[in-house]
Nanobody, 117 residues
């Protein structure tokens, strides 16, 4: 069974930091490139960051480059997203999944990140 459990979100002031975690079942994690996505109210889900199966190559959306860092622990089937210098426009529900995921794939519940003073 595909399972994705995101955690670590919360309310943070602009300029603050958060670290998100995503525990994934082996069927979706092992050997697959993984990604973090986010969705704001009224907007489509967008790709935020990706990481290759071995963790050596990462990519980022321009809007988060130099502020977010994606990483993974293959021994724990877990993907992380370290976020610094957070901005109000980063407010969204954050999800992780395979880079091959579509809207009809199985998704976790996500974790809410709210950046507000």
């Amino acid at each position: 069974q595909v399972q994705l459990v995101e955690s670590g979100g919360g309310l943070v002031q602009p300029g603050g930091s958060l670290r998100l975690s995503c525990a994934a079942s082996g069927s979706i994690f092992t050997g697959n490139a993984m990604a973090w996505y986010r969705q704001s109210p009224g907007k489509q889900r967008e790709l935020v960051a990706t990481i290759t199966p071995g963790g050596s190559v990462t990519t980022y959306a321009d809007s988060v480059k130099d502020r977010f860092t994606i990483s993974r622990d293959n021994a724990k089937n877990t993907v992380y997203l370290q976020m610094i210098s957070l901005k109000p426009e980063d407010t969204a529900v954050y999800y992780c999944n395979s880079v091959l995921a579509s809207m009809t794939s199985n998704w976790g519940q996500g974790t809410q990140v709210t950046v507000s003073s």
